[in-house]
């Protein structure tokens, strides 16, 4: 009696189960796998602008090792309860330093030695090399993040963030999807 019943019941109402079935799978995945955040702030400019809303990929490093020049969102040790989206600059094994040219009397990021070409992200040029004064090795697992508004961004530069840890990085931003006519994919 109770399996008839049970099977009619489940007849009755496929439509409403399928329908609780997606909603809870997609609630899964969009907490696992994916995120919708907002900018906050002008750190990112001109790649990303204040409010604007970003897809962030939580599954990008799992499997992978994060890219110089990736847009991340990770979580600074210095305080738990927010969120940072900055460019990544310094990877594993390398040496970076922010130093002063003196032919242009500019600063510059150096990786290796080498100055980084860089002139497609960075806003402006950069003011202060903050802690990156001095030439920083990178363990495994260690990155350097910049903001391309390099003297409006909180980042490797400034103690409360300085070097990222893989483990701190929640993913990486590939789309915008908010203002529409910025819709796309992030570079």
């Not at 806003?123 to 363990?139: A, H, R, S």
Request: some cysteine.
């Amino acid at each position: 009696m109770f399996k008839n019943k049970f099977k009619e019941y489940l007849r009755e109402n496929y439509r409403f189960l399928l329908s609780l079935v997606i909603i809870l799978s997609v609630g899964i995945m969009s907490h696992t796998i994916f995120a919708v955040s907002t900018v906050d702030g002008k750190s990112m400019e001109n790649s990303l602008h204040n409010h604007d809303n970003v897809i962030i990929n939580k599954q990008a490093y799992k499997n992978s090792e994060p890219k110089r020049f990736d847009i991340c969102v990770f979580k600074p040790y210095a305080n738990e309860n927010t969120y940072y989206i900055k460019r990544i600059i310094g990877l594993p094994g390398e040496t970076v330093q922010i130093k002063l040219d003196e032919n242009t009397n500019n600063y510059f990021v150096y990786i290796d030695g080498k100055r980084l070409n860089e002139d497609v992200y960075g806003k402006e040029n950069i003011l202060n090399p903050g802690d990156l004064n001095v030439p920083v090795t990178l363990m495994k697992d260690q990155y350097i993040v910049l903001g391309d508004n390099r003297n409006n961004s909180r980042d490797s530069r400034d103690p409360s963030v300085y070097i990222v840890n893989k483990s701190q990085i929640v993913g990486k931003a590939d789309f915008r999807i908010f203002p529409i006519d910025r819709f796309g994919s992030l570079k």
